[in-house]
């Protein structure tokens, strides 16, 4: 048996490093390749009906991606610490969904997008599990958006007395749903010249994007019911400063591109 050695790389360089060879076309050989183990359920929905889906949808991540035990799952996710655990609630959550020993670890160090690309493209029906783990996607994004606003609130001042006039504006600008709703609607990456931060930054840009209101706040009069389809496009910061940079221009998105066209 060969040793194992401990990689040289963290998880963010390796995922790097094979994005970076994708797009030069070299073929990589990875998680993302293997072929998913034939589903097997053993049809017993008692523990599948007991838990809610924010459990079942961390139960499942874990054990996918973070190589957890069913016993480490019982107790650090559905809180059973009471007896002696074997860890037969959550084994029978992934049973339910066909999931037996072989599933455990199969995703190690690949994010949530990808898992969820993968078992998309299965032949397999993992229509239940796609669903349990954009739940949690949901939920991760949601979190990383309210941080990027307390982040802006501070760095803006946000609190201290002799803060900006215009406040109001700029609460309204950073409403945490509808930029939660927006990047659901057109993704994390710019609108204008296709800038993703994760791509470039690795985790510390995971989940970023400024959002740019189509119509300008300054131009209403009252406040709207924002569509996060029509009214809200994601931009890096280069481009959304670029749109704005002019108070007596303010550049649309077409424009901005015809720019950057020449």
Same mark, same amino acid.
């Given at each position: 048996?060969?040793?194992?050695?401990?990689?040289?790389?963290?998880?963010?360089?390796?995922?790097?490093?094979?994005?970076?060879?994708?797009?030069?076309?070299?073929?990589? %050989?990875?998680?993302?390749?293997?072929?998913?183990?034939?589903?097997?359920?053993?049809?017993? =929905?008692?523990?599948?009906?007991?838990?809610?889906? =924010?459990?079942?949808?961390?139960?499942?991540?874990?054990?996918?991606?973070? &190589?957890?035990?069913?016993?480490?799952?019982?107790?650090?996710?559905?809180?059973?610490?009471?007896?002696?655990?074997?860890?037969? #609630?959550?084994?029978?959550?992934?049973?339910?969904?066909?999931?037996?020993? =072989?599933?455990?670890?199969?995703?190690?160090?690949? &994010?949530?997008?990808?898992?969820?690309?993968?078992?998309?493209?299965?032949?397999?029906?993992?229509?239940?599990?796609?669903?349990?783990?954009?739940?949690?996607?949901?939920?991760?994004?949601?979190?990383?958006? &309210?941080? #990027?606003?307390?982040?802006?609130?501070?760095?803006?001042?946000?609190?201290?007395?002799?803060?900006?006039? =215009?406040?109001?504006?700029?609460?309204?600008?950073?409403?945490?749903?509808?930029?939660?709703?927006?990047?659901?609607?057109?993704?994390?990456?710019?609108?204008?010249?296709?800038?993703?931060?994760?791509?470039?930054?690795?985790?510390?840009?995971? &989940?970023?994007?400024?959002?740019?209101?189509?119509?300008?706040? !300054?131009?209403?009069?009252?406040?709207?019911?924002?569509?996060?389809?029509?009214?809200?496009?994601?931009?890096?910061?280069?481009?959304?400063?670029?749109?704005?940079?002019?108070?007596?221009?303010?550049?649309?998105? !077409?424009?901005?591109?015809? %720019?950057?066209?020449?």
């Amino acid at each position: 048996m060969n040793p194992k050695f401990k990689s040289l790389f963290t998880d963010e360089e390796l995922k790097v490093c094979s994005d970076r060879l994708i797009e030069w076309n070299y073929e990589v %050989i990875n998680e993302k390749n293997i072929e998913l183990p034939k589903l097997k359920s053993n049809n017993r =929905d008692r523990e599948f009906k007991k838990y809610s889906n =924010d459990l079942k949808a961390k139960v499942l991540y874990e054990h996918l991606i973070n &190589d957890r035990t069913h016993r480490w799952l019982d107790i650090n996710i559905l809180g059973i610490t009471s007896g002696n655990t074997k860890g037969r #609630d959550s084994a029978n959550i992934l049973y339910y969904l066909g999931m037996k020993a =072989d599933y455990r670890g199969i995703f190690k160090r690949q &994010d949530i997008n990808s898992v969820i690309e993968r078992l998309e493209k299965s032949e397999q029906d993992y229509e239940i599990a796609i669903k349990l783990l954009k739940t949690l996607k949901y939920e991760e994004l949601s979190n990383a958006i &309210d941080l #990027d606003i307390e982040a802006e609130k501070t760095e803006d001042g946000y609190g201290i007395e002799g803060g900006s006039r =215009d406040y109001y504006g700029k609460r309204y600008e950073r409403n945490a749903r509808n930029r939660l709703l927006a990047i659901q609607e057109h993704g994390l990456s710019c609108k204008a010249c296709e800038f993703n931060f994760e791509t470039v930054y690795g985790e510390r840009g995971k &989940d970023f994007i400024e959002v740019h209101h189509v119509k300008p706040l !300054n131009t209403l009069t009252k406040a709207m019911k924002i569509n996060p389809k029509t009214d809200l496009i994601p931009l890096c910061s280069n481009c959304h400063r670029m749109i704005h940079r002019r108070k007596d221009k303010i550049l649309t998105l !077409n424009e901005l591109i015809m %720019i950057l066209g020449k």
